[in-house]
């Protein structure tokens, strides 16, 4: 399907792509910058082509995080959060193709937390969270991921939302597909499993 962008916040449209790059009201490229404590830099890109489709796999992206802030639901005392952004494999490593890493390297996914007003991560709304995105946004992937890997034994959950490749000029095909992972370990495939305790 032929994707149709604000013009106003269209990468296309700027005169140069770097972290100030509008892709929404409010929101930045530098947004998607890495997460909370490991931030990256445009830097190591210097090709501007690169940039450009970097920018409007993100707008696809901050799109999700429009649609978020401007809910006034069930979760409005809430926040997504990024907690992995653009990923920069270290030298000399080769990504393997359809990977999130991979994804996360060309700007088709982000891993989102979602944050109670306590701020801490909202481990028991994550689920109905992630069964709210599948059932409002558009996406090529969600992936729901548990992780029992913090020093404390606490379960920690976060949502993958992984965007088509935007084909020029603004071309993308969704996939629809859902999948639940537990510490790296695919749990389920076309549904959502949700995870309560370690």
């Known amino acids: ?6 013009p106003q916040y269209n990468p296309v ?10 892709l929404a009201p409010g929101i930045t490229m530098a947004k ?3 997460g ?7 830097d190591h890109i210097a090709d501007k082509q690169t ?3 970097l920018a409007k796999q993100y707008y696809l992206q901050a799109q999700v995080v429009k649609f978020i802030a401007d809910n006034t639901g069930e979760y409005e005392n809430y926040r997504m959060v990024v907690a992995e952004g653009l990923y920069r494999p270290p030298n000399g490593v080769t990504l393997k193709k359809d990977s999130v890493n991979y994804f996360l390297s060309t700007g088709q996914a982000v891993v989102y937390e979602l944050i ?5 991560n909202a481990v028991s ?15 090529n992937k969600i ?12 379960l920690n959950a976060q949502i993958i939302i992984i965007q088509p490749e935007v084909r020029p000029p603004w071309i993308v095909d969704y996939k629809m597909e859902i999948e639940t992972r537990f510490n790296n370990y695919v749990q389920s495939t076309n549904e959502f499993v949700e995870v309560l305790e370690i």
Request: aromatic share 14%.
């Open 143 to 154: 992936i729901l991921d548990y992780d029992s890997y913090d020093p404390n034994d606490e």
């Open 32 to 34: 998607f910058l890495g």
């Open 13 to 22: 449209n700027q005169a140069e792509i770097t972290a100030r790059t509008k």
């Open 1 to 6: 399907m032929i994707y149709t962008p604000d």
């Open 125 to 139: 709304k994550t689920f109905d969270f992630a069964v709210y995105l599948k059932d409002t946004i558009k996406y």
């Open 51 to 53: 940039r450009l489709q």
């Open 116 to 120: 109670d007003e306590n701020g801490d």
């Open 36 to 42: 909370y404590g490991d931030r990256v830099t445009l």
